[in-house]
């Protein structure tokens, strides 16, 4: 069995195309049984974890058996570890030696003890072929990348369920998709039409996100202003709250659970039902800088101090789900009473989803919660002039407007021309590349990513006194296409002058267009300069690397002390 | 003979702008720029160059520098036999003599004699038994100048009976599609050539125009490929759905390989055993078939000529030289940059 899934991720791995992918993957669900199945869904959709096998068991592993510069630089070559220990595992096989199933795998992976799970993973991993054994080690190291997407992987389920004439879409596998747990035996059931639809009414889920397509100069002519509310789009990160009797959830837009992080926004929240919002740094009703919000992010156990200092609330735009008690006896008002059921509104216009939302904030009385007012924009010039605005407000909460389709529903993923960001441009700098490394995942083995920085003074003054010095300002990675990744790959090792490990460093000869959304001021980089989302924009081959932008300049341009 | 100052190859051999240079011989090898004296070790464009005015090669290698280049790729072309002891240019004597690298046909090691020191350098090798080409021999030396294209203890090159039976079994399960297969043109093209042959495979095999004149000299040379057509021959191209078919690695993703009805993408390289490079390569089938040293090759190599020192060419040269470090040996870096990886 475990053969029979090695051979299906490789198979999903070498396969470019996305109507062979589902025929490999259907072929494999109807030919495999429950729940090994389910387990190897869950390994697709990256929901299959262990408390004790994770990648460091395995680095640990690697180490006690293999040169620890060998290991580095094949690592560093390779670019992905599990592959990398596939190949430099040692092979010794024993007779006696019988593969588990998955599903054993699985069971022993999550019940045995941290010492007992490495005794096994070692004795399985000296068995293996080493396609087998990047299997196993994926399994635990997670990250299968075989280039499935979890949307991919809920329209094959889709098309599984097709074609065994249940009357399912991909909207109904997502929408069940976050109540449901790994090996998914419900589910499969039911897609083959032997089973009743799981049931999750009770679960406080994540229910997946209507996204916004960014707003094109051709889409202008095409928009009927008229048809659309506008808003303002706020700068914070975009969160769904779930609150359902007693239980509240706070979701990232991909689904993670981030509650632990924002324990002070969760515990002031009372609305039940499910709002769609922003998160953003907030004091009293006042909205702060992303600075601010970045304190914040990603910190699983913020504390009291931490809380207290950069306080965070929400402004809530959309809702999905409000309290049953809210009705709607007449266009105008809404009324409420105080009970807790809630009932979903995803099938009515924008329109009346925020009158439910505006009349739910009324209701339930929330602290750190405002309401995204919205309003009509009536020709492209007000939008361009309204958008600057938003761009260019002082208190820099705003990044853009967002323009949404009045008629239309809540629909997961991305429709057509339901939702438009109209984000600010992105900024450009002219830096200097100073180190490259190589990259990981399908740069694998290429010279591609890339420490830039900017001229501590005006080079053309500095070089009449000392060597001109470059400060780095931050690192990128894409951008550039498969062509150019090879010519710059070509350049580092043509202008390799020094080595610090993995990372070379190369002659400070070639300027980078860099595009970015943000500068703001860091105390980690020497440079005290941080760029949010860095990206290249343009490889300057023409330009001489002296004329590349100075930080002093930078930092005034963007109002960096 | 132990080195001494008088005679370390680190006085008589350097690194320059043009590649590998022996000082006394006043001669390159394998220059990159086209140079007065040069000693080619093998065929393959990044090694061989056109416009040098004394070529030393094996009668093979200049046979396909003909092919490449034209008959008068250089005015003085001295074809060199396996194992034939000459005198370079040069005021002090320095000889030289080739010796089967087993990388394609024709390729050489090279052996110096200075002073009575003796360097090999071994061009381009492998120690997999390969039918298109003449075996590895290891030669005893004091300073052994050994590539490392494949220098990571990740790379372990199966055998090629195995890759080629991936192929076969891609052909027998998806007979309706074409199964195009990148392979350099020069040893590789062969070699995948006599491998399916031995593998019992009858059929025509169908090849990228890039491909035939390699094929026709490889034949001159008495090697049997059974029936190989050009597709450029093939009136109707839907009868090559379920053929195979060879094409550079270029010409994978190029409009040639948009004619094709119905392809599935192979590569054949050692590249191939990493996942991601077989996708930088656009290719569904990675057969890893290799013309250089696996890891283990480039270690059972240095053992067994067990030099005084490992000077390390191209490649991942610093795996290389910590191993030969931790074998005992004292090993350097050339850091020769201008070779193509493979």
């Known amino acids: 069995m475990m053969n029979k899934l090695s051979e299906l991720f490789d198979a999903l791995y070498f396969t470019a195309s996305n109507k062979a992918k589902s025929v490999l993957l259907r072929e494999y669900l109807a030919t495999t049984c429950d729940p090994e199945r389910g387990w190897a869904i869950a390994a697709l959709a990256g929901t299959l974890q262990f408390t004790h096998y994770k990648r460091n068991t395995v680095k640990k592993l690697i180490l006690e058996r293999v040169d620890p510069v060998l290991f580095a630089l094949s690592y560093d070559y390779v670019g992905e570890m599990s592959e990398t220990v596939a190949h430099l595992w040692p092979n010794e096989p024993d007779p006696d030696f019988v593969m588990p199933t998955l599903s054993e795998f699985v069971a022993f992976m999550q019940t045995a003890k941290k010492s007992e799970i490495e005794t096994q993973l070692i004795y399985l991993l000296n068995n293996c072929s080493p396609n087998l054994r990047w299997t196993l080690l994926k399994l635990g190291t997670g990250g299968l990348r075989v280039g499935l997407s979890a949307r991919r992987l809920k329209h094959i389920l889709a098309e599984y369920g097709q074609s065994h004439q249940a009357a399912v879409t991909v909207h109904d596998i997502e929408n069940l998709w976050h109540g449901l747990t790994p090996p998914y035996t419900d589910l499969l059931l039911w897609l083959e039409n032997s089973g009743p639809k799981p049931d999750i009414s009770e679960k406080v889920v994540f229910h997946p996100v209507l996204l916004a397509h960014p707003l094109q100069e051709d889409d202008k002519e095409k928009v009927t202003y008229t048809d659309y509310l506008a808003e303002y789009k706020y700068d914070g990160i975009r969160v769904q709250i779930v609150v359902k009797d007693t239980e509240k959830a706070l979701f990232s837009r991909t689904g993670d659970n981030i509650s632990h992080s924002f324990p002070d926004v969760l515990a002031d929240f009372n609305l039940p039902g499910v709002y769609d919002g922003e998160l953003l740094a907030m004091r009293e009703g006042v909205i702060g800088s992303f600075n601010d919000l970045q304190q914040r992010l990603n910190k699983k156990k913020p504390s009291k101090k931490l809380q207290a200092e950069y306080p965070c609330g929400l402004v809530l735009y959309d809702a999905l789900f409000v309290p049953t008690s809210i009705v709607e006896p007449k266009k105008e008002k809404l009324t409420c009473q105080t009970e807790q059921s809630i009932k979903n509104i995803c099938h009515l216009t924008l329109v009346e989803r925020k009158r439910y939302l505006r009349a739910t904030m009324q209701c339930f009385e929330s602290t750190i919660s405002l309401f995204s007012e919205a309003f009509t924009v009536h020709n492209t010039a007000e939008l361009d002039q309204l958008r600057t605005e938003a761009c260019s407000d002082p208190s820099g909460y705003t990044e853009g407007l967002m323009l949404k389709r009045k008629d239309s529903p809540y629909t997961p993923g991305r429709p057509k021309g339901v939702w438009y960001k109209f984000k600010r441009d992105a900024q450009l700098v002219d830096a200097v590349i100073m180190y490259a490394q190589r990259g990981h ?70 300027v980078f267009e860099v595009a970015f959304d943000a500068a703001h001021a860091s105390k980690r980089h020497k440079s005290g300069v941080a760029l949010r989302f860095p990206r290249i924009h343009r490889i300057r081959w023409d330009k001489p690397a002296l004329e590349a932008d100075t930080l002093p300049i930078f930092k005034k341009t963007h109002q960096i002390k | 003979m132990p080195l001494t100052k008088h005679n370390h190859p680190e006085h008589w051999i350097q690194v320059r702008p043009a590649g590998l240079y022996c000082i006394p011989a006043e001669t390159y090898i394998d220059p990159w720029q086209a140079v007065e004296n040069a000693i080619i070790t093998h065929g393959h464009a990044d090694h061989a160059r056109a416009g040098h005015e004394n070529v030393w090669a094996t009668p093979a290698t200049m046979a396909i520098m003909r092919v490449r280049y034209g008959e008068q790729h250089s005015p003085a072309q001295h074809h060199i036999e396996f194992g034939e002891r000459i005198q370079l240019p040069g005021a002090e004597p320095v000889f030289m003599t080739f010796y089967p690298a087993g990388h394609i046909l024709g390729s050489a090691q090279v052996l110096l004699e200075y002073r009575g020191a003796r360097l090999v350098m071994t061009g381009d090798y492998k120690r997999t038994p390969d039918p298109s080409c003449e075996p590895f021999v290891a030669i005893p030396c004091d300073v052994f100048i050994t590539e490392a294209t494949f220098g990571l203890p990740v790379f372990q090159h199966p055998p090629i009976q195995h890759e080629i039976q991936k192929l076969l079994s891609s052909l027998a399960r998806f007979s309706e599609r074409t199964h195009l297969v990148g392979v350099y ?158």
């Open chain 1, 441 to 510: 995942g399908k740069r694998s083995s290429f010279y591609s990513d890339f420490t830039f920085g900017l001229w501590q003074n005006d080079p053309a003054q500095d070089a009449l006194s000392e060597q001109p010095k470059l400060l780095p300002i931050g690192k990128a990675y894409s951008g550039f296409t498969d062509i150019e990744l090879k010519e710059l790959d070509k350049w580092v090792r043509k202008n390799t002058i020094g080595r610090f490990g993995p990372v070379k460093e190369v002659n400070k000869t070639l």
């Open chain 2, 185 to 342: 043109a020069l040893g590789k093209c062969q070699r995948v050539l006599l491998g399916l042959r031995e593998a019992g495979y009858t059929k025509p095999i169908y090849l990228h125009g890039a491909m035939l004149k390699l094929v026709q000299l490889y034949q001159t040379f008495g090697f049997d490929f059974g029936e190989c057509i050009a597709v450029s021959d093939v009136s109707d191209l839907n009868l090559l759905a379920g053929e195979v078919v060879l094409a550079p690695p270029s010409a994978l993703t190029d409009r040639w390989s948009r004619k094709l009805p119905n392809v599935l993408t192979g590569m054949a390289s050692g590249w191939m055993q990493i996942r991601a490079r077989t996708k930088q390569k656009g290719a569904e089938l990675p057969l890893m078939i290799s013309d250089h040293c696996d890891w283990q090759e480039l270690l059972d190599s240095i053992s067994e000529v067990n030099p005084q020192e490992v000077w390390v060419t191209h490649g991942r040269e610093d795996a290389l030289m910590h191993q030969a470090q931790k074998m005992g040996y004292v090993a350097r870096a050339l850091r020769l940059v201008g070779y193509d990886d493979e």
